[in-house]
């Protein structure tokens, strides 16, 4: 275990949790996590595992090197401001509030004409819970390689990791696998929907689609092949995938998806500005 990750997460809830659960006794030990959360109930769980805990910021916050602030996006501004004078040179600030920028962030951290550039801007998604998720990762400019793999550390601990450039990429993000996860429950309700419509048993129906869909993305996954061809491997000329296929491009199928994904992204962006 590598003691030296120190860390406090500003928030006890979902997402800290999956991401303690992925650490404690693997990463580091409880004793180097401390939480804050205005919740005592939230803190319960974390102190029965050895972690120390804070219903109020505190002088612990400053023998943390690495901050997780995983509070409501409407409270960051409020919660960022009370964190400040517990910060040192070599704090590292990690958010994974939706619709806070980075540039928000640094100036609330930070000083008058001297932002806070030690941060790092996340986008995890839900299936983070069952360490399968998926997350977007942006560093600031004063985040040297060492600490992008911290970072980067954490979050494999609950899923595949990628890096991103600004914060406009991070919207986009947001709207495939921070949103996404979403639109795959979406299907999958259509699918099992149809099928029980058909004259199917709906726990069958909900076994069958579940199956189909992990099924799906672990072959594209693991294949070689790009997701066309494999697309092509399934769709027999005149076949029922091919009828199948036709009148989801009839209706718009891929188009909508795009469509969903920049109202997303647009979303995403107004939030930023709504909340800075």
Not at 6 to 29: D, E, Q, V, W, Y
Request: aromatic share 6%; hydrophobic share 45%; charged share 20%.
């Amino acid at each position: 275990m590598n003691h030296e990750l120190s860390i406090a997460f500003i928030g006890g809830g979902n997402m800290a949790t999956a991401l303690g659960s992925g650490l404690i006794g693997k990463r580091c030990g409880a004793h180097d996590v401390h939480v804050i959360d205005i919740n005592p109930a939230a803190l319960q769980p974390w102190a029965e595992q050895g972690c120390s805990t804070a219903t109020a910021p505190d002088a612990m916050l400053s023998t943390r090197r690495i901050w997780v602030l995983a509070v409501k996006p409407q409270f960051m501004k409020e919660t960022v401001t009370g964190l400040r004078e517990y910060l040192r040179d070599d704090t590292l600030v990690v958010s994974i509030a939706a619709g806070i920028s980075a540039e928000a962030l640094g100036q609330w951290l930070g000083s008058t004409g001297k932002p806070w550039t030690r941060l790092v801007r996340c986008m995890p998604n839900t299936p983070a819970l069952i360490a399968a998720g998926a997350t977007g990762l942006m560093a600031g400019a004063g985040v040297n390689e060492a600490e992008r793999a911290q970072v980067e550390m954490l979050f494999k601990a609950v899923g595949e990791v990628v890096w991103v450039e600004d914060d406009h990429a991070i919207d986009v993000v947001t709207s495939l696998s921070g949103s996404g996860p979403a639109y795959v429950f979406l299907f999958l309700e259509s699918m099992i929907a149809a099928a029980v419509e058909q004259g199917m048993a709906p726990e069958t129906a909900r076994r069958l689609a579940l199956a189909t869909v992990n099924g799906a993305t672990q072959l594209a996954a693991l294949s070689h092949e790009d997701l066309a061809t494999l697309r092509d491997r399934v769709t027999s000329k005149g076949g029922t995938t091919a009828a199948a296929l036709d009148v989801l491009r009839e209706r718009g199928f891929p188009a909508a998806v795009k469509e969903a994904m920049l109202a997303a992204s647009r979303r995403a962006a107004e939030l930023s500005r709504d909340f800075s």
